[in-house]
């Protein structure tokens, strides 16, 4: 199967992601730091900007298959994402609940909410691994975290995959607040 438009069987087609007003080209460096290719749908919707589609694999660039699309926040999701950003700021209950949902999100991310990008080797992970805290890791500081579970970690959920994790708040398929985990993971 060289496409994966040619498989016949069910599969998942694809993960619709946000980025905030005015961060596009922080969405595309990312979803590129994670290997993907960017291509424009050319879809424009109710929103602003097109929507873009993120491969993870640059030779099946099928629109529809094996891709997370990209595109700006709605203003009513912005209008809520304001709200719960105010409430946090004033409620110390709440933001001590949210510190310690990233924290886990951060440390613990087994069993918090995510979608993950499969890669052909460690190698690979250990490349995105570099282009992350190369260039975005100085840039956005506390609103990246990349953690990476290697067979062997004492912590590893599983003995033979490496997966890494990576928390963050540029491209989400919830709340901004929450952040959105991209795993990346290896099969031996």
Do not use: W
Not at 10 to 27: I, S
Not at 162 to 174: A, K, L, M, P, R
């Amino acid at each position: 199967m060289s496409e994966i438009g040619s498989y016949s069987g069910a599969l998942l087609g694809h993960v619709e992601t946000l980025y905030r007003p005015g961060e596009r080209e922080l969405a595309i460096e990312l979803a590129e730091a994670l290997g993907c290719t960017i291509k424009d749908t050319g879809f424009k919707g109710d929103g602003v900007d097109t929507f873009l589609a993120a491969h993870p694999n640059g030779d099946d660039l099928n629109p529809q298959l094996n891709a997370f699309y990209m595109s700006q926040m709605r203003p009513e999701q912005f209008a809520v994402e304001e709200r719960l950003r105010e409430f946090a700021e004033a409620d110390e209950p709440f933001a001590a609940l949210l510190d310690g949902y990233r924290h886990a999100a951060r440390t613990k991310p087994f069993g918090v909410p995510h979608f993950a990008i499969r890669y052909p080797s460690r190698a690979a992970i250990e490349a995105v691994e570099g282009r992350i805290n190369s260039s975005l890791k100085t840039k956005l500081g506390d609103r990246l975290n990349l953690r990476v579970f290697y067979p062997g970690d004492s912590d590893a959920a599983v003995g033979n995959l490496v997966q890494g994790f990576i928390h963050q708040d540029v491209i989400v398929s919830g709340s901004f607040l929450m952040g959105q985990i991209i795993e990346l993971q290896s099969q031996p």
